[in-house]
């Protein structure tokens, strides 16, 4: 299994400013996603972050607005840019364990609840 | 483009009786099956994987069916107790990347 870290857990922004959320693994793991899970919503994939590649992003999703980094195979960050009140949602870290182990079995980190004002 | 449903929002049932979810896809044929459960503030932990030659799998009081003719998956929880309240959420596998695709989950409530 993995143990997934979020910061920070919450935050309440302002309109226009942009949110840097870090997620940390207690393990090195290639496959990193980033999700969106807006109230009342389901989850919806952002987009796959792997270690030493480009971000690859879903479709209604652009890199300006949600820049990713992905430095190591243990951390990684999402960034919402110029944000808006349509940007509040909570956002989610997932890794997928490298083949072996349970199959595409990913394990999630607790979130990050984003309000925008 | 594929569409995943889970038909029910909510269900609710007493202590002690099976609960029965259904999650419905379309656009897709998935060569797996995923549950997760997802508690309030928290992110989602994965249950049970049933891949598209398997008919059924258990685990403790959890049994996952799924029938790719009828492009459906049922969850069962027997003996269902309060503690299994929560939101149960399908998905698909898609692509070679293991992005998945969530249906919006079904909130079940255990009453004692």
């Known amino acids: 299994s993995a143990v997934i870290s979020q910061k920070p857990s919450r935050d309440i922004c302002q309109r226009g400013t942009s949110l840097t959320i870090q997620c940390q693994v207690d393990s090195q793991v290639t496959m990193m996603f980033w999700y969106r899970q807006q109230p009342g919503q389901s989850l919806t994939l952002i987009a796959t972050?792997?270690?030493?590649?480009?971000?690859?992003?879903e479709s209604g999703f652009v890199i300006d607005k949600f820049p990713i980094s992905r430095p190591n195979l243990t951390f990684s960050t999402l960034t919402v840019s110029n944000l808006s009140p349509e940007d509040s949602s909570i956002y989610l870290c997932s890794v997928e364990l490298p083949s072996g182990s349970s199959y595409n079995e990913q394990f999630f980190g607790p979130g990050t609840r984003l309000t925008v004002l | 483009s594929q569409k995943i449903e889970q038909n029910s929002e909510a269900l609710n049932i007493q202590e002690g009786k099976t609960a029965t979810l259904t999650c419905n896809y379309t656009n897709y044929s998935p060569a797996y099956l995923q549950w997760y459960r997802q508690d309030p503030g928290r992110g989602p932990v994965f249950l049970l994987l049933?891949?598209?030659?398997?008919k059924e799998k258990r685990k403790e009081r959890l049994k996952v069916t799924f029938d790719t003719t009828l492009k459906q998956s049922l969850f069962h929880i027997t003996a269902s107790q309060p503690a299994d309240s929560a939101t149960y959420l399908c998905?698909?596998?898609?692509?070679?990347?293991?992005?998945?695709?969530f249906g919006k989950g079904t909130k079940l409530s255990v009453k004692p």
């Open positions: 049933i891949r598209e030659n398997e």
């Open positions: 998905a698909l596998v898609r692509g070679s990347q293991g992005n998945l695709i």
């Open positions: 972050a792997n270690q030493g590649s480009e971000a690859t992003y």
